[in-house]
C-alpha cells in the first residue's frame, strides 16, 4: 500500500488541504503576505508606491525604442528565459571624448561639469551596450560613477547589467552593483532583480528568493517573469534543501494517526504459530507482534528487528519478520530497504499475499504501475479468496482515477468478507467519484447502518457531504466520528481537523478550526493534517511568524523527500514574506489598508 493508500477514501483531508492550498499557492508562492481567502473570494496583494525619480535606466528607455522601431523584440530581464538585459537611447548630451581625468581631475571641476560629463559618458555607455559591447559599456559606466558629483543607482544597475550579460556573466560583480544601487535606493526593482538573477546563478537561492520575492511585492504583481521567477528558485531551492536534508537524517516513524491509517488498511490475521521450542528470536517476534496489535509502533519495531537479528527459527515467523520490516522501512521512507525485505519474505514464502501486496505498493511508489499489477496477479494465483488482494489492487487503481474498476475491486472484496469497513467506504467513494451520486449516497448510508459503533464511515461520509457544501450535515458526522474515536486509546484525531476545516469552509470561523486543530495536536503531537491545517490558517491571517513555525514543523514531519520539498516550498516562501516585512516595514501599513479595503 503506499502512501496514497493510506487514508482510505477520496474525497479526504489530503484531498481539501491540496484544494486548499491551491488556491492559495500564487498568493504563497509570489511572496504576498496579505491574506487569500479561500472562502469569500477575497484577495488582497502587496502594492507599492513608486521608487523616487532617478536617471532614466535601461528599461524604460527600451521601452520607448519599441514604440518607434519596428524590429524584432528584444528580451528584456522581465523575460523568463534570462538576461538579456535593455537597450536604451540616451540623452542627446554631448560625447565626454577620451580624455582621462585623474581623481584630483575630477575634483577640481565644477558639480554642474561633473554631472554633464557623468550623463555622457552613460549615454555612451548606453550605445556600447546597445551595440553588445559589454566591456565597454561597463568601462563607461564606471567613468560615469566617478565623475558624478552625487552616487546615482541606474549606473551602477546599469553596469550590472552589462557584468550579467558578459560570457561568463560576472555574477560577483553584479551582486557588488545591486548592493551599491539598492543602498541608494532600496525599492529599485531593476536592481533587486538584477542581483536576484546573479544569486541564483552563484546558487545562493535563499537571498535569491528574498530579492525575488521582493521585486514582485514592489513591481505590484505586473511582472510575471518576476513571479515565476519566484517559483522557479523556490523549486531549486527546496529540493536542494530537501534533498540535503534526507540524505543526513536518521529514519524515524510518521505520527501514530498515519501508521494506523496504514496498518487499519490491512484485515487482522492471526499471528503465526509458534514451533514446539522456540527460539530467543521467534519470541521477541511474538512481542513485536503483540506491540503492534497493542498500537505500540515504537516497541514492535524495536522488537521486530531484534528477532531478525537473534535468528528466527521456522520459515512463516522469518517471513512475518521480514514483511514487517519492510513495512516499517517504508513508512520512514526506506522505500529500496521495504523493497529488499519484501522480496526476500516473498522467497521464503511465495504465497504470502501481504507481502505481495506491499511490494505491489512499492513498485507504485517508484512509478512502476506495470509490476505492481503483476504482483496483485501472482498473489491471485496463491490465493484467489484473499479479499485484502482485491480491496489493494482497487486502491491503486483509485490513485489512477480508474474508478469504475476500482469499484468493482472493492466489490469483490466485499463479496469475500463483507466485514471489513473500508471496502465500504471506498466503494462509496469510488461512486462518488464516477459522478454517481445517488449510489455513492445510499452505499454510505448502508455503510453507517452496517458500522454504528465504527467512526470511520462518519468521518468520511462527512468529507463527501463538506464537498457539497452541506456544512451543518457533514459537522454533524465529524462530532459523531469524534465522539466514538474518544472511545479508543489513543484515538484517531483526523475527524477533529475535518471539523475545524468544515468550521472554516461554513461560517469563516479560523478561531474554531484553529481550535480543532490544536486540540488533535494535543492528543497527536506529529499529526501531520493537523500542523498542515494550522500554517495555512496562520497565512489567512498574515501571521506570518506562525505559518513559519508551522511550515518549518511540517517539513521536520514529512516523510519521503518529495513530501519534505513541498513543505519546505511554503516554509521558505513563508521566510521570505516575512523578510520583506523586515527589510520594508514602511510596507506593513500601506499593505493591510490594501487588505482590508479589498476584504
Not at 552613460?122 to 551595440?131: E, L, R, S
Not at 514451533?275 to 505500540?296: I, Y
Not at 504482483?375 to 490513485?399: S, T
Request: proline content about 4%; aromatic content about 8%; some cysteine.
Amino acid at each position: 500500500m503506499s502512501s496514497s493508500e493510506s487514508t482510505t477514501a477520496a474525497v479526504t483531508l489530503a484531498d481539501r488541504m491540496q484544494s486548499f492550498v491551491s488556491e492559495n499557492k500564487r498568493a504563497i508562492l509570489i511572496g504576498t503576505a496579505a491574506a487569500v481567502l479561500a472562502v469569500g473570494g477575497a484577495a488582497a496583494y502587496y502594492a507599492s508606491t513608486s521608487s523616487s525619480a532617478r536617471e532614466e535606466d535601461l528599461e524604460k528607455a527600451e521601452k520607448r525604442e519599441r514604440k518607434k522601431g519596428k524590429g524584432k523584440k528584444k528580451k528584456t530581464v522581465k523575460d523568463a528565459d534570462g538576461p538579456l538585459l535593455e537597450e536604451v537611447k540616451g540623452e542627446d548630451v554631448e560625447a565626454a571624448g577620451t580624455e582621462t581625468y585623474t581623481p584630483e581631475d575630477i575634483a577640481a571641476l565644477s558639480a554642474e561639469k561633473r554631472r554633464e560629463l557623468g550623463v555622457s559618458y552613460k549615454t555612451q555607455g548606453n550605445t556600447a551596450y546597445q551595440k553588445r559591447d559589454f566591456d565597454a559599456a561597463a568601462n563607461l559606466y564606471t567613468l560615469a560613477i566617478q565623475m558624478s558629483p552625487t552616487p546615482e543607482p541606474t549606473f551602477y544597475s546599469n553596469r550590472a547589467a552589462c557584468y550579467i550579460n558578459m560570457t561568463p556573466p560576472k555574477h560577483e560583480l553584479v551582486v557588488r552593483d545591486c548592493d551599491a544601487a539598492l543602498r541608494l535606493d532600496a525599492t529599485y526593482v531593476k536592481a533587486l532583480n538584477r542581483r536576484a538573477l546573479a544569486l541564483e546563478g552563484l546558487e545562493r537561492y535563499e537571498e535569491a528568493l528574498r530579492d525575488f520575492t521582493a521585486a514582485t511585492i514592489l513591481d505590484k504583481f505586473a511582472n510575471q517573469a518576476a513571479a515565476n521567477s519566484v517559483e522557479r528558485v523556490l523549486k531549486k531551492l527546496s529540493t536542494k534543501k530537501a534533498s540535503e536534508i534526507i540524505a543526513k537524517r536518521e529514519p524515524r516513524l510518521p505520527s501514530f494517526t498515519f501508521i494506523s491509517a496504514y496498518f487499519a488498511a490491512f484485515r487482522p490475521r492471526a499471528h503465526p504459530t509458534l514451533p514446539e521450542n522456540p527460539s530467543t528470536g521467534d519470541n521477541t517476534l511474538l512481542l513485536g507482534l503483540q506491540a503492534l496489535e497493542a498500537a505500540d509502533y515504537a516497541h514492535a519495531v524495536t522488537f521486530i528487528n531484534e528477532s531478525l537479528e537473534q535468528g528466527i527459527s521456522w520459515d512463516d515467523g522469518r517471513a512475518e519478520a521480514l514483511n514487517l520490516r519492510g513495512t516499517f522501512k517504508f513508512l520512514t521512507g526506506n522505500i529500496d530497504g521495504a523493497k529488499e525485505d519484501l522480496t526476500e519474505s516473498i522467497k521464503i514464502k511465495p504465497g504470502f499475499t501481504q507481502s505481495l501486496v506491499k511490494i505491489a505498493s512499492v513498485h507504485m511508489e517508484q512509478g512502476d504501475p506495470a509490476k505492481a499489477f503483476e504482483c496483485f496477479d501472482r498473489a491471485i494465483q496463491h490465493n484467489p479468496n484473499d479479499p485484502d488482494i482485491f480491496y489493494h489492487r482497487g486502491q491503486v487503481l483509485f490513485i489512477m482515477n480508474e474508478f469504475t474498476e476500482a469499484a468493482e475491486n472493492y466489490t469483490k472484496s466485499m463479496e469475500l468478507d463483507d466485514q471489513f469497513v473500508f471496502s465500504h467506504i471506498q466503494l462509496a467513494v469510488a461512486q462518488y467519484k464516477s459522478e454517481q451520486l445517488a449510489r455513492s449516497m445510499a452505499t454510505f448510508r448502508k455503510t453507517l447502518q452496517a458500522f454504528p459503533h465504527r467512526s470511520e464511515p462518519q468521518n468520511y461520509y462527512g468529507e463527501l457531504l463538506l464537498d457539497q457544501q452541506r456544512y451543518e450535515d457533514a459537522v454533524e458526522k465529524f462530532d459523531r466520528a469524534v465522539e466514538l474515536e474518544k472511545l479508543k486509546t489513543p484515538p484517531n484525531v483526523l475527524p477533529l481537523v475535518n471539523k475545524g476545516l468544515a468550521l472554516y469552509q461554513w461560517k469563516s470561523d479560523i478561531g474554531a478550526a484553529e481550535r480543532c486543530c490544536n486540540e488533535a495536536l494535543r492528543i497527536d503531537p506529529e499529526c501531520e493534517a493537523a500542523v498542515a491545517t494550522l500554517a495555512q490558517l496562520s497565512l489567512q491571517q498574515s501571521k506570518i511568524d506562525r505559518a513559519v513555525e508551522m511550515f518549518t514543523r511540517q517539513a521536520d514531519l514529512a516523510r519521503s523527500e518529495p513530501e519534505l520539498a513541498n513543505a519546505l516550498t511554503y516554509q521558505y516562501a513563508s521566510m521570505a514574506q516575512l523578510e520583506f516585512l523586515k527589510n520594508y516595514p514602511e510596507k506593513a501599513a500601506e499593505l493591510a489598508a490594501i487588505a482590508q479595503a479589498m476584504s
